[in-house]
């Protein structure tokens, strides 16, 4: 008698063996590679060129809306950036003119020469990003 209850503990482990197989297998293609992208990327993008000094008026600015950076030349040869992303409410700003940054959801405006705030609604300065001028390039830090 004890073999036919031996025979069966092996056939329902095995069987619940191959079930754990296939849903480990699952389990494994079910991940869509979405975890790598959060945080900003500061290792991946640095060195990046983002434009030419010559690109980037003297008293005013680039949007460099696929990058989200704004770029300004407050003084000649003196280049700043910024994030482009509005402190408001995340519109990207539009244009830089007369001096500032200028958001055009609602209006805020920011100074070229550190980001801080000219115009409200927005209330904090847009963060300071890192740059290095190479040459006649402006890249990310
Ligand atoms: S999002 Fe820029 S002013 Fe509102």
Redesign the pocket.
């Known amino acids: 008698m004890a073999p036919r209850a031996t025979r069966r503990t092996v056939l329902l482990a095995t069987g619940a063996a191959a079930l754990a197989a296939g849903c480990g297998s699952d389990g494994g293609n079910g991940g869509d590679g979405r975890d790598g992208d959060g945080g900003g990327a500061p290792p991946d993008t640095a060195g990046q060129e983002l434009i030419s000094t010559a690109d980037v008026p003297v008293g005013g600015g680039t949007v460099l809306a696929d990058e989200k950076i704004v770029v300004t030349q407050p003084e000649e040869g003196g280049f700043k950036a910024f994030s482009a992303i ?1 402190t ?4 990207v700003v539009a244009d830089v003119a007369d001096g500032t940054i200028n ?1 055009a ?4 405006r920011f100074r070229i020469t550190d980001g801080s705030v000219e115009q409200g ?2 209330t904090r300065p847009l963060p300071e990003e890192r740059i290095t001028v190479e040459g006649n390039s402006i890249r990310r830090a």
Request: proline share 8%; charged share 0%.
């Open positions: 509005c408001h409410q995340n519109c958001c959801c609602h209006g805020s609604p927005a």
